[in-house]
């Protein structure tokens, strides 16, 4: 099911609550690439143990030792030579081997709709995806789990090749990545299994990649990926870390946005009372989002807000609530508290 989740930039921020009560890491939409960015990745040798799953891990990769340095750019699809074979994508990245993949970003999350990479001076290989492979959703936290299938067509050598799969992502830890370059806190790690089958005359082969993945809504694109694919030829490993990892600078209109606190009236109230604050000027487009003390997005809602006293009417079940009020320039924020 789709969910429609606030197109622009959010900042949930820091809430300090009882020592029953912590911030969870929350994975958005400004952690994905965008056009123009350059990765410089460090390609290893050695495939470490992935770690522990949980909340609160150290994962110490201190040790993996660079065997070559690489890289990712990431263009606007309609500038690639294959633009006309992926009108939906939304971004697109080349990888120092020359294969440029396409990505497409909505409210849903990141789907991968097609590969293109040259061959040789005559021939393209093209894989087009009639069912996108929907891989990541976002927002993401600890715990969010999403499986997706999907099929379509390779083409390449004159050949048309069908196929399809299915795609399996968990998020199992949460906590501080440890890296040659640097160590990284508020870190996710999500554990993704995906098996691809391709059928050419009557005959089906099928491959197999496990892979681990740790980012940080801090940073935009991965921090370090682990993977082992499993094909009918053999087995083969990859594994590579982020060597200087974008910070996310949170803007808008060239201003950063404004973080404060919001003030509700009654708080704590009863699920049917309406609550009331206070906002400074109109608002057409500002979007509430409620979250439990979980990170789990409860309520996601666009809203007019007027210049003065507002009113809302929530109808929660009784407990404590994450309230933001996110709109071109400011996230307000506070915690709502709903008895029996």
């Given at each position: 099911m789709?969910?429609n989740y606030?197109k622009?930039?959010?900042v949930i921020?820091?809430?300090l ?6 911030c ?9 690439p965008v ?8 390609i290893c ?7 522990d799953a949980g909340?609160?891990v150290s994962?110490?990769?201190?040790g993996?030792?660079?065997n070559s340095?690489?890289y ?6 309609t500038?690639t ?5 992926f009108?939906?994508a ?7 081997d ?12 990141l789907?991968?709709?097609?590969l293109?990479?040259?061959?040789n ?6 894989l087009?995806?009639?069912d996108d492979?929907?891989f990541?959703?976002l927002p ?9 299938g ?21 998020v ?10 640097a ?8 554990h993704?299994e995906?098996?691809f089958?391709?059928?050419?005359m009557g005959?089906?082969?099928t491959t ?7 980012w ?20 083969s490993?990859l594994?590579w870390y982020n ?6 600078i949170?803007?808008h209109?060239?201003n950063?946005?404004l973080?404060e606190n919001?003030?509700l009236?009654?708080?704590?109230c ?8 206070f906002?400074h000027k109109?608002?057409?487009n500002a979007q509430l989002?409620?979250f439990?003390?979980?990170g789990?997005?409860?309520l996601?809602d666009?809203?007019s807000l ?13 407990n ?8 071109t ?7 709502l508290?709903i008895l029996?």
């Open positions: 789709k969910k606030f622009k930039l959010l921020c820091s809430v609550l009882s020592t029953h009560v912590f969870q890491v929350i994975i958005q939409e400004s952690s994905i056009e123009g960015d350059s990765v410089v990745i460090a040798n050695e495939l470490p143990q992935p770690g909340t609160g994962w110490d990769m201190s993996l030792t660079e340095e690489q990712f750019v990431f263009e606007n699809p500038s030579l294959w633009a006309e074979d009108p939906s939304t971004i697109s990245g080349r990888s120092w020359g294969s440029v993949s396409y990505y497409k970003l909505d409210d849903e999350g789907s991968v709709v097609g293109a990479s040259i061959i001076a005559s021939d393209t290989f093209l087009n995806y009639n492979e929907f990541i959703g993401q936290s600890y715990g969010d789990m999403n499986t997706d999907f099929d379509g067509t390779s083409n390449t050598l004159g050949f048309e090749v069908p196929f399809n799969g299915n795609v399996n992502l968990e199992d830890g949460e906590g501080t990545l440890v890296l040659p370059n160590s990284y806190s508020n870190v996710l790690r999500y993704l995906r098996e089958t391709t059928t050419f005959s089906s082969t197999t990649k496990e892979q681990w993945a740790w940080s809504p801090e940073y935009r694109f991965w921090l370090l990926i682990m993977e082992t694919n499993i094909e009918p030829s053999g087995t490993h594994v060597k200087d990892p974008q910070e996310i949170v803007t209109n060239d950063l946005l973080h919001l003030k009236h009654p708080n704590p009863n699920k049917e009372n309406a609550i009331n604050f906002w109109n608002e057409q989002m409620v439990d003390l979980q789990k997005l409860i996601s666009e809203i007027n210049s003065g006293i507002n009113s809302l009417t929530l109808n929660l079940n009784s404590l609530y994450l309230i933001s009020i996110c709109t320039d400011k996230v307000s924020n506070t915690l508290n029996d």
